[in-house]
């Protein structure tokens, strides 16, 4: 089960950092990415950790601002979020596969969280 949370609204230049209790899916085994989805039915990928935590990967629309951190111990998948702008609007959700080759394709993912809102205002 995912289950994120540290959503909320926050001006824009501001910080969030976002968790998702992952128990079970933070080995480095699984894929883990974080979504996000402001309107429309896609979800855009934010940000990866690949299998064995030796790939990490960003839209660029979020690179040098957002940071993936998973920590295996706590089995938590973080999603650290600096220098927030309105277009990081959106519904932020966790999600985990174990395909080696994962990227920013929903199709790819099999395990998804409720998500968490954020408002950047």
């Known amino acids: 089960q995912l289950v994120e949370s540290g959503g909320g609204s926050v001006q824009a230049g501001g910080s969030l950092r976002l968790s998702c209790a992952a128990s079970?899916?933070?080995?480095?085994?699984?894929?883990m990415a974080w979504f996000r989805r402001d309107s429309g039915d896609e979800r855009e990928g934010v940000a990866l950790?690949?299998?064995?935590?030796?790939?990490?990967e960003y839209a660029d629309s979020v690179k040098g601002r957002f940071t993936i951190i998973r920590d295996s111990t706590k089995g938590t998948l973080d999603l650290q979020m600096n220098t927030l702008k309105p277009e990081d609007t959106g519904t932020y959700y966790c999600?985990?596969?174990?395909?080696?080759?994962?990227?920013?394709?929903?199709?790819?993912?099999?395990?998804w969280g409720q998500g968490t809102q954020v408002t950047v205002s």
């Open positions: 999600a985990a596969t174990k395909w080696v080759g994962c990227s920013f394709q929903e199709r790819e993912y099999n395990h």
């Open positions: 079970g899916y933070t080995a480095a085994s699984f894929c």
């Open positions: 950790i690949g299998v064995g935590d030796g790939r990490r």
